[in-house]
């Protein structure tokens, strides 16, 4: 029959204590970072988005990112945004970035190169993030909606390569309403959507 000495008795409790912290962290870590997919499926629509004066009009093709600092979706579409901007800025195309009204953060140093914009007119209705709208050479809006659909992004699955494609090479394309099922955060606070709701049409 073993002898529980003092000296095994407190690694016993050591090794309680380790295998408690190391739960502790791991519950706290799915709590604070691993979120559920949702699979509700969300409609974006562009009739309201303009962009500013300043840009608005021919000229080169505008893409714009809409974002929320405080939404885990966005760290899924950063490596297929960046390989965009690496791809497309070279050929003419401008990129842009409006950050969900009322937030605090910063882009990654990766996507330095997107312009920020304080609004774009319409961008209130906008019902999710992370979104992406892009302006043909005309200034018509040719695409409002997701990357992709699904839980990731990348050049696989996604919606936005095509259209970059055909309007750089001339063709038209026009997806300004968009159903698609992925991981989004609501674009709009409580507020927006109560005073927008309470004004007349």
């Not at 409609?43 to 714009?64: H, M, Q």
């Not at 990129?95 to 953060?105: D, I, K, L, M, S």
Request: with cysteine; proline share 7%; hydrophobic share 40%.
């Amino acid at each position: 029959m073993p002898v529980f000495t003092l000296k095994n008795l407190l690694a016993c409790l050591l090794t309680l204590l380790c295998a408690v912290g190391l739960w502790w962290a791991y519950d706290w870590f799915q709590g604070r970072y691993i979120r559920t997919f949702s699979d509700q499926a969300v409609l974006f629509a562009g009739d309201t988005l303009r962009l500013p004066a300043e840009l608005s009009g021919p000229g080169a093709i505008r893409v714009v990112h809409f974002w929320d600092p405080g939404c885990p979706c966005n760290v899924g579409n950063y490596q297929h945004l960046s390989e965009l901007v690496a791809h497309y800025a070279p050929q003419g195309v401008e990129f842009y970035a409006v950050q969900r009204p009322g937030t605090h953060g910063q882009l990654p140093i990766s996507l330095g190169a997107l312009k920020p914009l304080a609004n774009v007119h319409g961008a209130e209705h906008l019902s999710a993030s992370p979104a992406i709208a892009i302006w043909d050479r005309s200034g018509k809006l040719a695409y409002i909606g997701p990357y992709s659909e699904g839980a990731t992004c990348n050049a696989s699955n996604s919606f936005v390569e095509p259209v970059l494609q055909a309007l750089s090479q001339g063709r038209p394309a026009n997806a300004t309403h968009t159903l698609a099922v992925g991981c989004y955060c609501p674009w709009a606070s409580a507020n927006q959507a109560v005073s927008s709701r309470e004004q007349p049409e």
